[in-house]
């Protein structure tokens, strides 16, 4: 997390629990979690990397974003790297370039798979009313994609000799 262009330290900290609570509301499938981090007029927009936008959302329609991950058994978004600046002469605006490794595991008739997505978020911030801040614009690149096979978790108990 670098800080620059004046956002002060628990700016800092706030964008980094919003871009991390967005992680945790996909996760969890939680539509209203979700929407409570965006704007009333926000945009959420996925695309490849140099493509068109394949997908575009806004306002309310955000959570119909979380339909795309019906298909997996679950995911994992693991947050990793961000940077955040404040807007010149603005001090309820603000820009983030998050990056994203984002897991999304299938039990395909093949054998489990995990579909692992590197995501590059790049985000516009403002304060809401209440001082909070919320993403006004969230453009989802996806830089490239991996599959691998998955392997589910067994339990092994070791009995020791005595």
Do not use: K
Request: charged content about 20%.
């Amino acid at each position: 997390m670098i800080a620059r262009g004046g956002l002060a330290a628990e700016d800092m900290v706030a964008l980094r629990q919003l871009v991390d609570a967005y992680a945790a509301a996909v996760d969890r499938r939680d539509g209203a979690a979700l929407l409570a981090l965006f704007g009333s007029e926000a945009q959420l927009r996925v695309q490849g990397e140099n493509g068109p936008v394949e997908s575009s959302y806004q306002g309310p329609a955000i959570t119909e974003s979380l339909a795309t991950l019906a298909g997996f058994h679950r995911t994992f978004h693991h947050v990793g790297g961000a940077v955040f600046e404040a807007v010149p002469n603005d001090a309820s605006q603000a820009t983030g370039h998050v990056h994203c490794l984002a897991h999304h595991y299938d039990r395909s008739s093949n054998g489990p798979v995990d579909l692992v997505m590197m995501i590059r978020y790049l985000d516009r911030y403002s304060r809401g009313a209440d001082d909070r801040w919320l993403i006004a614009d969230r453009q989802v690149v996806i830089d490239w994609t991996e599959m691998h096979a998955a392997y589910p978790t067994r339990r092994v108990i070791r009995r020791e000799s005595t």
